[in-house]
C-alpha cells in the first residue's frame, strides 16, 4: 500500500519540529526554537525570530512501478547583520539530523546544499538551502 | 602456417554501432530537453507580468557537438522581445556563459531561461516560484529512461 504523500511530508517536517534528531537544530535556533521550524507557505504570516527555517516540499517523481523519490528543501534563514554565520552552522546539524533511516520504508540523503544567497523578499535576508531526497518503493 | 582472419567488417560494425549509439544517446537527451522546456513554459509556480521568463525557458542538448548557440539565442531573443517597452518592472533579458564545461565524451541536458531576475524566482520565499529546480528534479529519472529507450532501437 503507497504511504500517504501528506504523511511523508509531515514525518520530514516532525524531525526538525518535534523529534529527539531534530533537538540539536533546534537549540541553534536561539530566538523561537521548534517555533522557528515551519513549512514555507507559512512565510507569508508572521515569521518566527530568526534564525528560523522553512521547509519547501518538492516533487515527488517515480512511475507506479518505480522507486519513488520525494524532495525537501530547508531553507535556513537569518537577520542581515549575521549574514551566514549563524546559518552555516545550522546547515550541518540539519544533515546531522536525517541520517539515511530518518524516515521509515525508504534511505534519506541529503542531495546538495545551496550557496549563500539573499531573499530580497524576505527583507534582504541572507539565506542558505539543502536539498533531501526520500527514496521508497511504497 | 599462420591463421588470418578478416575482421575489418567487425570493426567497421563496431564503429557504426558506436556512431549509432552516440546518436541515439542525443535523440533521448533531445527528448528529454523538449518534455523539460515544455514543462517549464507551462509552469504555474509563478504568474505572467511581461511573458519573458515563460517564453524564455529553453532546455537544449549540449556535448557532442551541439553547443546550444542556436537555441540559447532563440530564449534570449525571446526574452528581449517580450520586455521591449514593458515598464511594470524593472528587469532585463540576459544571457551569459552558462559555466558547464563537458568533457569530450560527457552530453547533457541545460536548463535555463534568459532573464536577470531568475535568480530570484529560484530562490526567494523558499523556492516559492522556483520552476527550473523542480524540472530538472521531476525530469532526470525519465531522462534516463527516454535514453535507454532510443538506445533499445540501435541496430
Redesign the interface.
Known amino acids: 500500500m503507497p504511504i500517504k504523500l501528506v504523511a511523508v511530508d509531515a514525518a520530514f517536517y516532525a524531525v526538525l519540529r518535534t523529534d529527539s534528531a531534530g533537538a540539536a537544530v533546534r537549540a541553534a535556533l536561539v530566538g523561537d526554537g521548534a517555533a522557528a521550524v515551519i513549512w514555507?507557505a507559512d512565510?507569508?504570516l508572521t515569521l518566527p525570530r530568526p534564525p528560523f527555517v522553512?521547509?519547501?516540499v518538492?516533487?515527488v517523481?517515480?512511475k507506479r512501478q518505480?522507486v519513488r523519490?520525494h524532495?525537501f528543501?530547508w531553507?535556513v534563514y537569518d537577520d542581515a547583520p549575521r549574514r551566514w554565520s549563524r546559518i552555516d552552522a545550522i546547515i550541518p546539524l540539519i544533515e546531522a539530523a536525517y541520517p539515511a533511516d530518518a524516515i521509515t520504508f525508504g534511505d534519506t540523503n541529503i542531495v546538495s546544499i545551496?550557496q549563500p544567497?539573499t531573499?530580497?523578499?524576505?527583507g534582504s535576508r541572507p539565506?542558505r538551502?539543502i536539498q533531501f531526497v526520500y527514496t521508497t518503493r511504497r | 602456417m599462420p591463421f588470418r582472419i578478416d575482421d575489418s567488417g567487425l570493426l567497421a560494425g563496431l564503429a557504426r554501432l558506436e556512431r549509432a549509439s552516440s546518436a541515439a544517446i542525443l535523440s533521448g537527451l533531445q527528448d528529454g530537453a523538449d518534455a523539460g522546456q515544455a514543462e517549464m513554459q507551462a509552469t504555474r509556480a509563478h504568474g505572467d507580468q511581461s511573458s519573458a521568463t515563460r517564453a524564455s525557458y529553453t532546455a537544449y542538448v549540449i556535448g557532442g557537438g551541439r553547443t546550444g548557440a542556436s537555441e540559447a539565442a532563440a530564449g534570449y531573443a525571446a526574452a528581449q522581445a517580450a520586455l521591449a517597452g514593458f515598464q511594470g518592472h524593472a528587469g532585463k533579458a540576459l544571457s551569459q556563459n552558462s559555466g558547464v564545461v563537458l568533457g569530450p565524451n560527457e552530453r547533457g541536458i541545460l536548463y535555463t531561461s534568459f532573464t536577470d531576475y531568475q535568480?530570484?524566482l529560484e530562490?526567494?520565499?523558499?523556492?516559492?516560484k522556483a520552476v527550473i529546480?523542480?524540472t530538472v528534479?521531476?525530469q532526470?529519472?525519465e531522462n534516463t529512461a527516454r535514453v535507454a529507450r532510443r538506445l533499445r532501437s540501435v541496430r
Do not use: H, R
Not at chain 1, 119 to 122: P, Q, S
Not at chain 2, 123 to 128: D, H, L, P, R, W
Open positions: 514555507a512565510l507569508k522553512a521547509l519547501n518538492g516533487p517523481v517515480g518505480d523519490q524532495t528543501t531553507f545551496s544567497f531573499d530580497f523578499a524576505l539565506a538551502s | 535568480d530570484k530562490t526567494e520565499n523558499a523556492a516559492e529546480g523542480p528534479i521531476s532526470a529519472n
